[in-house]
């Protein structure tokens, strides 16, 4: 069967990408730029771990972007922090998705932020003053790169000051914005865990058109209602489970494989991959015969 070829949601991002996507890391960047893997049809870097990167790394990503897009997601931007903008962040990372021809950038909806870094992605608060803020601060990184940005749906262990739901919080966000959604499906389900929501409830409110690409990871159970978004360990049955979900409410999107911690080889992650593939086949296969049905009535 074909490899699934799957066209991102914004016009600035409407180059065609296929189907599953893999995290790029440094320990595998020689063995990824020396042969294509026969399941990584995108891949992902964050641009601030590459933006000063000159010699034989700058030369070995180059050539991975030029036989497989490039999709950057960020770290840092901290899109809801009280500090101004890194303006001259922005424009860095505009030159880098220029220089690399990227596909599409993304960045976690929260703050990492303050005085300094704050080296990790912190919940921003579920209300009115908190949209407003920073959806002005994401209309401000789209005027200076020149196209539209997705925001990705982060895990959190509490909510201060919560005065709507995670899901209205995230619908208004994009809206005043007008911005993509960058779908983590293994956000939504460790939330649902945690936080005790219906995961497929929230995936059914989301806006198709928006939905830019997918990610799905690992994640640590601390207990059984509590999770710990990792990305260190292997996408566990009902996170799969799910992902299969949001592909039957929204259709098939790109979805990329994270892992950040406990890498395995290369070999390993392909089997995931792979796995990202199936769903993604079957989903369509599924959706073709619903159409025939129609078509067939």
Request: charged share 20%.
């Amino acid at each position: 069967m074909p490899k699934p070829s799957l066209t991102l949601a914004s016009a600035d991002c409407g180059r065609e990408i296929p189907g599953a996507g893999l995290g790029l890391r440094r320990v595998f960047l020689d063995q990824f730029a020396r042969k294509q893997s026969a399941h990584t049809h995108f891949f992902e870097v964050a641009p601030e771990n590459w933006i000063h990167v000159e010699g034989k790394f700058a030369r070995l990503l180059e050539q991975v972007a030029d036989r497989l897009p490039m999709v950057c997601h960020g770290l840092s931007l901290n899109l809801g922090g009280q500090a101004d903008l890194d303006l001259g962040l922005v424009k860095d990372i505009r030159h880098f998705l220029q220089r690399y021809r990227a596909v599409c950038y993304s960045e976690h909806l929260s703050y990492c932020g303050d005085t300094g870094h704050l080296y990790d992605l912190l919940p921003i608060p579920f209300t009115q003053q908190a949209i407003e803020h920073v959806s002005d601060r994401i209309k401000q990184v789209q005027d200076i790169l020149g196209q539209q940005i997705a925001v990705e749906n982060v895990s959190y262990y509490c909510a201060p000051g919560q005065q709507m739901p995670e899901i209205d919080f995230l619908l208004d966000v994009i809206a005043r914005a007008d911005c993509l959604l960058l779908l983590d499906v293994n956000n939504v389900y460790v939330n649902s865990v945690n936080h005790s929501y219906d995961a497929v409830q929230f995936l059914q409110q989301l806006p198709t058109e928006k939905i830019a690409y997918g990610h799905v990871a690992g994640h640590y159970m601390e207990h059984e209602n509590l999770l710990v978004d990792t990305h260190g360990s292997d996408v566990i049955d009902p996170v799969w489970t799910l992902l299969a979900d949001a592909y039957d409410i929204h259709g098939v999107f790109p979805t990329l494989l994270e892992r950040d911690f406990n890498i395995p080889p290369l070999e390993q992650l392909e089997q995931e991959l792979r796995h990202i593939v199936n769903i993604q086949q079957h989903a369509a296969g599924m959706s073709s015969g619903k159409k025939r049905g129609a078509l067939g009535a």
